[in-house]
């Protein structure tokens, strides 16, 4: 298993960006696909976006497509979230994910949370 620990949420303006890091630690991290959910308040977890083991390829909900950008450094056991143009209903609880080996955009076959990071985007 991965542990996980996200961090750089926080509050902000529309249309402003923030960039969300997520922190593993664990023997797996390069052999894991590593996700991005998030959850709004009364609102189920959904899928936000996803990357490979070595960087590619990389998945995108229709949602946030085009101002979204997931990457990773498996150097430093980090994957990170950059969200640009950011809307007020992009505010949620945003949570890193890691699957081992295989590759998924569903929640549940997810092997390894973090407890998330807030983001609020002010109107």
């Known amino acids: 298993q991965v542990h996980l620990v996200e961090s750089g949420?926080?509050?902000?303006?529309?249309?402003?960006?923030?960039r969300?890091?997520?922190?593993?630690?664990g023997r797996s991290?390069?052999?894991?696909?590593?996700?991005?959910?998030?959850q709004a308040p009364g609102k189920e977890r959904e899928?936000?976006?996803v990357v490979?083991?070595?960087g590619t390829p990389t998945y995108y909900s229709d949602s946030i497509k085009d101002r979204f950008?997931?990457?990773?450094?498996?150097?430093?056991?980090?994957v990170y979230l950059q969200m640009n143009s950011?809307?007020?209903?992009?505010?949620?609880?945003?949570?890193?994910?890691?699957?081992?080996l295989t590759q998924t955009t569903i929640a549940a076959d997810f092997d390894s949370w973090g407890r998330g990071t807030q983001v609020t985007v002010s109107s």
Do not use: H, I
């Open 52 to 54: 490979d083991l070595g």
């Open 29 to 38: 991290f390069s052999s894991s696909q590593m996700g991005w959910f998030r």
């Open 47 to 49: 899928f936000v976006a």
């Open 69 to 78: 950008t997931v990457s990773r450094e498996n150097a430093k056991n980090t």
């Open 9 to 18: 949420g926080g509050v902000v303006q529309a249309g402003g960006s923030l």
């Open 86 to 100: 950011l809307l007020p209903e992009d505010t949620a609880t945003y949570y890193c994910a890691a699957k081992y």
């Open 20 to 25: 969300l890091s997520c922190a593993a630690s």
